[in-house]
């Protein structure tokens, strides 16, 4: 089993920035990806960036260039550092992690980008 708790999220205004992180514990060594995915009302929910222990990066199209996701293993923490915000980045934001038999789900962290 895999724990994730996310921290970070809020109301900005268009152009701010916002830095979520999430943080996992249990069996952590057998964790091959994580990410972030996010909800927006009325919409299904979308990867929106993810790292893989091999170091592979991806990123959603709309958020490449303004979104940086980054892991430090030795703290066991993913962290997706969101600059250029825009109102259509406003949802509720789930870390996510992968092992070989499962995948896992933070809470989710709300993220308003209103002025």
């Known amino acids: 089993q895999v724990q994730l708790v996310e921290s970070g999220g809020g109301l900005v205004q268009p152009g701010g920035s916002l830095r979520l992180s999430c943080a996992a514990s249990g069996s952590i060594f057998s964790i091959t990806a994580m990410g972030w995915y996010r909800q927006a009302p009325g919409k299904q929910r979308e990867s929106v960036a993810m790292t893989t222990s091999g170091g592979n990066t991806n990123y959603k199209d709309s958020v490449k260039g303004r979104f940086t996701i980054s892991r430090d293993y030795r703290k066991n923490t993913v962290t997706l550092q969101m600059n250029s915000l825009k109102p259509e980045d406003t949802a509720v934001y789930y870390c996510?992690?992968?092992?070989?038999?499962?995948?896992?789900w933070g809470q989710g962290t709300q993220v308003t980008v209103s002025s």
């Open positions: 996510y992690a992968a092992n070989p038999y499962a995948a896992y």
